[in-house]
């Protein structure tokens, strides 16, 4: 027997599996026991869930001890208002770069104002009915962190936009939102609803730059909003986490304190703002008189362009997710002694940690959920064998691990982590029920209204105080750092006229690489025409590009499943629930099916091939294998976009993959553009062209 226990009159005895227990824990598990008994004894009606089971010593070590995170702050002081304070002390210092370009943090400041003053003309800013939003929809860009900054000056919150959203998506987070502007450009503007007034910096700079230089001066409250940003949400439509200024100024002079950031640090932010640990990336910076180089969509996806950032700076400072970091190794790099890392957004896995830790300065892992702003817990990895801890929490933040009764669980017990402080945000805007059921009463406070936010995530003390983390309590998952409700994706799935029922799962490959997975049953009745499912000679039914196609008008690229599997029915557990074990038992014949090699025939096929070779790390790619099938995702494909118009020199979107999932498809595309750029040219342009195109150096390009 793995544990055992003998009690007679005058001894008790217990015997263990030295494999799987240690001294230390055998004697907690003993005074646990002995507690218990001792409850049982002065309270012999309770519960079993109402008695204790720590001492009072464990119970001040884990509910006090360990949370003794009280820090001082500016409490009063909003994060625009920190930048301006640090652009008055350093005018001249370099604050942002993106590509060629820079702003120091004096002119910052300036454009900042002068877009907030605009705004504040046309009826933006704080008011007595409530937050005001604005949308900020703009390409990463000096002009994103000026809007960003605009906004909060003009005492509103902004709410980021990615453009590369589906416009169903965009639209219903305006609505949603109900923003009072939109700040973008003018490529974006066509696909924004007109739900508010909206601001295109490249047509409208003319008349922003007119406006004063100096700060709207507007009043707002540490309580006001900052942002609202939008995250996965298992009803099937995105929710909004609200996040007040306080706790994003309290965030930040934390994180400037540890990991620590000073004025000698350059951070190279490779983060969408429509996720929220950019926030960490565009201000710390800023707050503490540092440099922020601001990369592009596709420099970040490139391992190569990675490589060179960090090279630039004597002290850079880098966060990503643990894809981007292994994603970093596979290209090449051998590391930099003088940077320092910042890992999260998802587990970090110890093989990766120990790779990365040995060729940087420092290697901290960071946890946290959206709805505590960011971060909660910090810590720095050095080499080791055991999972690698989440780490301490972060000032003026505290962590609860219970069981189901709500009670602390004792150390080495896995429990739901539960989280205080400062750090939460207001709730889910339009969403009073969800927010009661996430964020309830803190029982550990004598603070009045102190609540508690419910991660779902659930994890166990170790007996340093770490904390270690297991899994999910519910459906969410982190894929290459992206929080997703499988609900959701399950729910725009069965909005198909052709499907009935969906699931989705996660499945990882022998690299470890995770991959979405949807499992469909045919409507008997369509709605429409039915999807002409093809059978692969298996149960499995392999669906074409239909459902990728329907789901990339809904929902974000990395939201969508890489492998479609039709089934006859859902597998059900006796009890009629969904047995998602069953599903992902079946993944493995659909994941090994690719289509019969068709070789390229065309220049550009030839050259698409070599670049789905390189990108997807295979030695051979027939022109109508799917690039989803042979386990493409959306990190993947941002890096193919990004080699493809390097190569053609053609303007291509994201969504260019969804459409066009095959080097055929891809290459009729490509040929489109190349023809449409051909018919643009002059006489004079074309003989050039050519001309040089019959040079025997040109040949091989052709």
Not at 25 to 37: D, G, P, S, V, Y
Request: aromatic share 6%.
């Amino acid at each position: 027997f793995d544990l055992t226990i003998e009690i007679s009159d005058a001894i008790s005895r217990i015997g263990y599996n030295l494999s799987l227990f240690d001294g230390a824990t055998i004697a907690r598990l003993a005074t646990h026991f002995e507690t218990l008994l001792a409850g049982i004894v002065a309270n012999p009606d309770a519960r079993l869930a109402d008695l204790p089971l720590l001492t009072t010593e464990e119970r001040q070590q884990i509910l006090h001890d360990w949370n003794a995170t009280r820090r001082e702050y500016p409490r009063d002081r909003c994060v625009h208002q920190l930048i301006e304070e640090q652009a008055a002390r350093t005018p001249d210092a370099v604050a942002v770069l993106y590509g060629d370009t820079q702003l120091t943090y004096a002119q910052l400041n300036r454009r900042a104002n002068q877009l907030a003053n605009h705004l504040r003309s046309l009826g933006v800013g704080a008011n007595a009915q409530g937050d005001t939003l604005v949308g900020v929809c703009l390409d990463r860009s000096l002009d994103l962190v000026v809007s960003l900054l605009a906004v909060l000056k003009a005492g509103a919150a902004y709410v980021p936009l990615d453009p590369t959203y589906p416009e169903e998506r965009l639209a219903y987070m305006l609505d949603d939102a109900g923003v009072a502007a939109v700040i973008t450009q003018r490529q974006h503007a066509a696909t924004l609803p007109q739900v508010a007034p909206v601001v295109c910096l490249d047509a409208d700079w003319t008349t922003i730059a007119l406006q004063p230089e100096m700060s709207p001066g507007s009043q707002v409250a540490p309580n006001d909003l900052a942002y609202a940003i939008y995250t996965s949400g298992s009803t099937g439509r995105p929710k909004g986490v609200m996040i007040p200024h306080r706790a994003l100024t309290n965030f930040l002079c934390a994180m400037q304190e540890q990991p620590g950031f000073s004025a000698a640090n350059t951070l190279i932010a490779v983060t969408t703002v429509a996720f929220d640990i950019a926030g960490l990336e565009l201000y710390l910076p800023l707050i503490s008189g540092g440099s922020l180089l601001l990369l592009s969509r596709e420099a970040a996806a490139d391992g190569a362009q990675l490589r060179e950032a960090l090279g630039r700076f004597p002290a850079p400072v880098m966060q990503a997710t643990p894809a981007t970091w292994r994603l970093l190794l596979e290209s090449g790099w051998t590391g930099n002694p003088a940077l320092r890392a910042f890992c999260g957004g998802e587990a970090l896995p110890r093989d990766l940690a120990n790779l990365v830790s040995e060729r940087v300065a420092e290697l901290w892992n960071l946890y946290g959920p959206t709805e505590t702003t960011i971060w909660s817990t910090a810590g720095q990895i050095a080499q080791g064998e055991r999972p690698v801890a989440l780490g301490q929490p972060i000032a003026n933040t505290q962590l609860y691990i219970l069981d189901r009764s709500g009670q602390p669980a004792p150390i080495g017990v896995w429990g739901e982590l539960h989280i205080g402080g400062d750090g939460l945000a207001r709730g889910y805007r339009n969403r009073p029920e969800l927010t009661a059921e996430k964020f309830v009463p803190d029982p550990f406070s004598s603070e009045p209204g102190a609540r508690l936010y419910k991660t779902g995530d659930l994890v166990r003390y170790r007996g340093d105080g770490s904390i270690e983390f297991q899994g999910r309590i519910d459906y969410q998952v982190k894929i290459r750092g992206f929080r997703i409700e499988l609900g959701e994706i399950e729910h725009a799935l069965s909005a198909h006229p052709s499907i009935s029922e969906a699931a989705v799962i996660v499945h990882t490959d022998e690299a470890g690489d995770q991959r979405l997975v949807a499992f469909v049953v045919e409507n008997p009745e369509p709605r429409t025409e039915n999807l002409n499912l093809e059978s692969d000679g298996s149960r499995f039914l392999v669906l074409g590009s239909s459902l990728r196609e329907f789901l990339a008008q809904r929902l974000p690229a990395y939201m969508i499943p890489s492998a479609f599997v039709a089934l006859p029915a859902l597998p059900r557990t006796p009890n009629g629930k969904l047995d998602r074990k069953a599903l992902a038992a079946d993944t493995t014949p659909v994941l090994d099916q690719s289509q019969a090699y068709v070789a390229p025939t065309t220049p550009e096929e030839e050259m698409l091939a070599e670049i789905w070779c390189g990108i997807l790390r295979r030695e051979q790619i027939g022109i109508h294998d799917n690039f989803f099938a042979l386990g493409g995702h959306s990190l993947l494909a941002t890096q193919l976009i990004a080699r493809v118009q390097s190569a053609f020199q053609v303007e291509l979107n994201l969504s260019t993959i969804f459409e066009a999932p095959t080097i055929a498809e891809m290459a009729y595309i490509i040929e489109d553009r190349l023809l449409e750029k051909l018919a643009a040219l002059s006489d004079d342009e074309v003989q050039q062209l050519m001309a040089a195109a019959l040079t025997p150096a040109a040949r091989p390009n052709l």
